[in-house]
């Protein structure tokens, strides 16, 4: 979502002013609207969409160095395909796609959108537990899924403060 400008002017900008959260405000408000309110199919594209403005954004540098040579690629999906989803981390950047890529590291099928709001909700976010109730489904490398899990967590943390 977020183009190469973008990335070359607001991450800059945010560094040496601190306008990150009333950004993250305006770029998340439909995100927070699903996190607080109703579950629709859109939740799982919204999250991404808010993950990269959030990457873009934070401040964080202990966050940024975490990622910093972090490179994977996740494809997300409910059982029934209804909701699709990717995305990409590659040194740091994100990418998110409305559609199935065909290369990725790691593919989580969830039983449905609500399931993944859950997950992603979760104080813990065990995804054992999740496997061996047949909720989510994954191919792939489970370090990537602990790795994007701490990111969403980190993401969500920081929007319920900006909303506060």
Partial sequence: MAS???????????????????????CTKKLRNQLLGEITEDFVQLMLNGM?????LTPDVRFRENLKNFNGR??????DETVISSATFSNGNMHVYKKAINDWDTMVTFKSP?????FILSEKQDIFDWLSRNEVDVD???NHIFKFAYMARAVIDKIERAFG
Avoid: C, N, Q
């Fill in 4 to 26: 190469r400008l973008r990335r070359f002017v607001l991450r800059p900008i945010s560094k040496f002013f601190h306008v990150t959260e009333i950004l993250l405000k305006r």
């Fill in 52 to 56: 990269d403005w959030f990457f873009l």
């Fill in 74 to 79: 996740y494809l997300f999906k409910t059982a």
């Fill in 114 to 118: 609500k399931t993944f709001r859950e």
């Fill in 140 to 142: 792939g490398s489970l």
